[in-house]
């Protein structure tokens, strides 16, 4: 096996969190710092994601007139985390927040102007912006790459090398060889789990069926390989879910972003049995758990005069794209009655559904779910079903770490040498997530590993 002596800080994983934390530790000194990357390009789920990013106090809300805080940020996450996060590290998440910015845009990440500002999901402030094109990766790639940092792709990390109970390296694979890297630090960034349906079923078994919209290195390797180092887990069983089509091919149709409309307009959800479950205003977290308690799939009812196109359909019109995913028969399907629909749903009880929820709607009151809002009926053909399934996008639990990102053993105590950053980690978001505050995350605890990494030796 080949030794390369001259690694200080190794940092596994190439997504966002990676990238900050490579950038941060040449920035603070280290005298080399390689990054290792699975895939053959950098990435992960940082990627493919939203681009959408949060923080409470900056200067961009400043422009606008937004009056906001980290503190009232640190409220509402803990809200949307249902009050179980870990309040040291949420607080120094949201407390870092508005630095994180002023640095990720000192690194070259383009940020909207003040009119970019919008209130995401379970914020109460206009606090979030889209990164501006080309958004995370390629910007920090190119700021990593000026400062020297060495970049290894196809070069998955297998486990870790341990001496006398500290973290002295990684070994990885490079075309096909096995290599023993040494290093001062190493820092884990390697991503959730989500796409490891093990350990789903591992952690969370009602979620093993779930879809994942992760990208295909997320298999949660960093929380294997810490383990194996003695390090602690926590809230494992933590999932950001979202509704989506019942089958992949539903690319044709964007059901999540068409789903919130409907159901707005008087579209209702029911089990497979057809009978409703939840109050389809309610809160999507909350929804989908109640979804699951009556089987792996569930359907959204409607009928033509809810069927509009919604602001967030891409290319293709709402109605080419509802037609196509008729077609398809899995995805959703279309009827003269709700009698015929029920039969093609294999769920009789609809009809019946559907007569109650009509008849509430005239009296004003919803006599099921105790709905207030959009209570419309479902009166005009065609009707429609979209089947819907929960899919991963984030999984919230993983390595333990302190908030100054150095992974604990399950005493509490730091494990030497071992630093971790990003949706590696567990702890900061609790049971759910709020919009943008996962890439504040990947560059706030990004830019504390990178740090610590070389500030502890
Ligand atoms: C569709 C989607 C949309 C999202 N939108 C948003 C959004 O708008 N705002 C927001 O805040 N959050 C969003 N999220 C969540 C957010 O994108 C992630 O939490 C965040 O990008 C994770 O960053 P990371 O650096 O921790 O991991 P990643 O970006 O996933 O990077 C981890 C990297 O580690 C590599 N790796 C894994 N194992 C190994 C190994 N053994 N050796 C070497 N490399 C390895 C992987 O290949 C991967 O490249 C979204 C997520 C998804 C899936």
């Known amino acids: 096996m080949a030794k390369n002596e001259n690694v200080k800080v190794i940092v596994v994983g190439g997504g966002g969190a990676g990238l900050c934390a490579s950038i941060a530790a040449v920035e603070a000194g280290a005298a080399g710092v390689t990054l290792m990357e699975k895939m053959p390009k950098l990435g992960g789920d940082t990627i493919i994601s939203g681009m959408v990013i949060s923080a409470g106090g900056t200067h961009l809300q400043e422009q606008a007139g937004v009056q906001d805080t980290p503190h009232q940020y640190l409220i509402d996450l803990l809200a949307g985390g249902r009050y179980t996060s870990d309040l040291m590290l949420a607080a ?6 508005p630095a994180a910015w002023e640095w990720l845009t000192k690194h070259d990440c383009q940020f909207p102007g003040p009119e970019g500002l919008h209130v995401q999901h379970d914020h109460t402030l206009a606090r979030s912006v889209k990164f501006a094109p080309p958004g995370m990766i390629s910007p920090l790639k190119q700021a990593a790459e000026a400062r020297g940092v060495n970049i290894m792709l196809s070069s998955p990390v297998q486990s870790l090398v341990l001496e006398d109970g500290r973290v002295a390296g ?17 820092i884990l960034a390697t991503g959730g789990f989500g796409r490891n349906k093990d350990m789903v079923n591992q952690y969370n078994p009602k979620f093993a069926e779930a879809a994942s919209w992760n990208s295909l290195g997320i298999t949660g390797d960093g929380i294997t390989l810490a383990q194996a180092a003695g390090a602690d887990v926590v809230q494992m069983e933590a999932l950001r879910i979202i509704q989506t089509g019942a089958d992949v091919r539903v690319k044709v149709l964007h059901p999540t972003y068409l789903m919130g409309q409907i159901r707005a307009l008087g579209g209702i959800l029911v089990n497979p049995d057809g009978k409703r479950f939840y109050d389809e205003m309610g809160r999507s977290y909350e929804m ?11 359907f959204l009812i409607f009928d033509a005069k809810m069927a509009t196109p919604s602001q967030w359909l891409p290319e293709k019109t709402f109605e080419e794209q509802l037609n196509a995913a008729v077609k398809d028969g899995m995805v959703a399907m279309q009827a003269d009655t709700v009698k015929e629909l029920a039969d093609q749903m294999g769920a009789p009880a609809l009809v019946e559904t ?4 009509n008849a509430d709607t005239a009296e004003g009151e919803d006599t099921v779910c105790r ?11 065609p009707f429609y079903a979209i089947r819907y399934k929960p899919a991963i996008v984030q999984t ?12 604990l053993d399950q005493s509490g105590r730091p494990i030497p040498g071992l ?17 943008g505050s996962a890439l504040l995350e ?16």
């Open 396 to 407: 919230l639990g993983g390595v333990r770490i302190d908030t100054r990102a150095r992974v």
């Open 419 to 435: 630093y971790a950053a990003g949706q590696v980690t567990g702890g900061i978001h609790g049971a759910d997530y709020i919009g």
């Open 92 to 97: 120094t998440l949201v407390q870092s927040g």
């Open 354 to 357: 559907v007569q109650r929820w």
């Open 371 to 381: 709905r207030i809002e959009g209570l419309n009926p479902i009166t005009e053909p």
């Open 288 to 298: 989908i758990h109640a979804a699951m308690a009556h089987g792996p799939f569930y």
């Open 170 to 186: 990684v070994i990885g694979e490079k075309d096909g060889q096995t290599t023993e890297y040494l290093a001062d630090s190493v």
């Open 442 to 457: 990947c560059a706030v605890y990004g830019i504390i590993a990178g740090q610590q990494a070389v500030i502890d030796v």
